[in-house]
């Protein structure tokens, strides 16, 4: 796992002890994969249609971002 996203995960894991209790807490594989498909998405800019912006919030939640 690349540094920056273990810290990344790392951070999420604290997140998840205050704001995350009723959520299951996702595997450093998930994570992963997860932050890479918000990567895509916020890349995307203003160019992100209805479909792909419910999703962007959905990966907010689920990341405990939001």
């Known amino acids: 796992m690349d540094r920056t996203v273990h810290k990344r ?3 999420y894991r604290e997140r998840h002890v205050y ?3 009723k ?3 996702l ?3 998930d994570f992963t994969r997860l932050s890479a ?3 895509v ?3 995307q800019g203003d160019d992100r249609d209805d479909e792909e912006e419910e999703r962007r919030a ?3 939640h689920v990341l405990l971002k939001d």
């Open 9 to 11: 995960y790392l951070d």
């Open 19 to 21: 704001f995350g209790r």
């Open 23 to 25: 959520m299951p807490i």
């Open 27 to 29: 595997s450093a594989a």
């Open 37 to 39: 498909e918000l990567a």
């Open 41 to 43: 998405l916020d890349a």
């Open 58 to 60: 959905a990966l907010l």
